[in-house]
């Protein structure tokens, strides 16, 4: 990396190097990928390699992408001329999105062959959610959802998108960043609700990735005896937070917490106060005893106004299958509060800055393969800073300034000829 030196910065072909190299990106993760036009003008490989450089570069739409596209880059990396942004939206439409899935897959059995991939205390751990990427009232398609509205003018129908996603959490390594990876996502079809999506999703996924995980981690939404029924059939965990305060479990778990008195502990700056109820047999339409886990959580905040401390309290409740034995409370305590990272390091870095929520062709086949390459081209970018770019060289910078790079190699190309240095 030729920062320090004040030379040309070329992330992008650092990038597209580490990317052939480690993962073979031109000949073993784009070549999967099909569609279903009969005689392609334009090839697969092509347009799924150009989506890549628009998420990596941070472009934002395809109408940003093609005001690049005369930069003798895509010349020389796609070995082929340029297209408009209407083909990159019209071919994304007919991608088949389990290659895309595959190519996803690939990046993760390599780094997990390498060890780049270690586990959560001994477990593998993944976090389970729902996502609205956009919502109209004039623009949908055939998979679009709908909603209706009340307002003061009347009821208006809304359409929407919503997907799940399954975001891994490795563990860290000695002087590594840990890696995040977006394993996949399921689209939620009318009709039924995040929860049925979920389990489909986790139907496809259990057979392609049979050993990532031994835990999941979700929000009360899951706390469904079909949900926990489904992982323990197939030998995995749930971690899940408790709110219904109506049902029988949570009733049960709170007049324990009136009559047992907690243990003390930490978490981060917080002092805690924890309480840990295993093999509790309240909720019988779940085909195991589960566990209560409580933690009380005392804290402050500065105020940025008057610059005082402002006492806050947190409490958190939590129903797992781990018994003390496998995870004993602090850890379930911390396992419980990663189930943020799917918000902090998943959909707010997705919308945010990678514009994923974008609908760059509104069809509900687009909508699902350029999230798809959204987050193939995530997983790569967060690999190539954590294990490339040497810690000296990142410190101070955010992400979104490599990705500034990005885009300035690509407007130096098509710069206007007076406009140059």
């Not at 000949?27 to 099909?34: A, G, L, R």
């Not at 981060?268 to 933690?295: G, H, I, K, M």
Request: aromatic content about 10%; some cysteine.
């Amino acid at each position: 990396m030729e920062t320090a030196s004040g030379k040309e910065t070329i992330i992008l072909r650092r990038l597209i190097a580490y990317s052939e190299k480690i993962f073979q990106l031109s000949k073993d993760i784009v070549t999967v990928v099909s569609d279903r036009r009969e005689k392609p003008r334009i090839s697969t490989a092509a347009v799924v390699k150009s989506s890549l450089v628009l998420f990596w570069a941070r472009l934002g739409s395809s109408n940003a992408w093609e005001q690049v596209g005369r930069a003798r880059f895509w010349q020389r990396w796609l070995g082929e001329p340029a297209f408009s942004a209407d083909s990159l939206g019209r071919v994304h439409a007919l991608l088949d999105a389990n290659g895309l899935r595959q190519g996803i897959h690939d990046v993760y059995e390599h780094l997990k062959r390498n060890k780049a991939l270690p586990d959560i205390y001994g477990l593998g751990v993944v976090v389970l959610d729902g996502h609205e990427s956009h919502a109209s009232y004039l623009r949908h398609c055939s998979g679009c959802l709908q909603r209706t509205i009340h307002g003061v003018a009347g009821d208006r129908v809304q359409f929407y998108h919503r997907q799940v996603t399954l975001l891994l959490l490795p563990g860290a390594l000695p002087g590594r960043e840990a890696v995040r990876l977006l394993l996949d996502h399921e689209p939620q079809q009318p009709g039924e609700d995040e929860v049925q999506t979920a389990l489909r999703l986790l139907a496809r996924v259990l057979p392609a990735y049979p050993r990532a995980f031994d835990l999941v981690l979700a929000d009360a939404l899951y706390a469904t005896a079909p949900f926990f029924n489904f992982l323990l059939a197939h030998g995995k965990h749930a971690l899940v937070v408790l709110k219904d305060e109506g049902r029988n479990l949570y009733q049960d778990a709170a007049g324990l917490f009136h009559h047992v008195a907690p243990q003390p502990g930490s978490y981060r700056s917080r002092q805690c106060q924890w309480w840990d109820f295993p093999d509790l047999l309240t909720w019988p339409q779940v085909r195991a005893s589960v566990r209560v886990v409580r933690s009380l959580e005392t804290y402050t905040v500065r105020r940025q106004l008057d610059k005082h401390d402002d006492p806050q309290q947190s409490d958190w409740i939590w129903v797992t299958t781990l018994s003390p034995r496998q995870v004993p409370v602090d850890r379930i305590v911390h396992l419980g509060h990663q189930r943020w990272d799917i918000e902090n390091y998943g959909f707010n870095e997705l919308a945010n800055e990678w514009h994923s929520d974008h609908i760059f062709k509104h069809d509900t086949g687009a909508i699902e393969c350029f999230l798809l390459v959204a987050f193939l081209a995530y997983n790569i970018f967060h690999v190539f800073l954590a294990r490339n770019v040497k810690p000296s060289i990142r410190h101070g910078k955010t992400q979104i300034f490599w990705a500034r790079l990005i885009a300035a190699e690509l407007y130096s190309e098509v710069a206007p000829a007076g406009m140059s240095p």
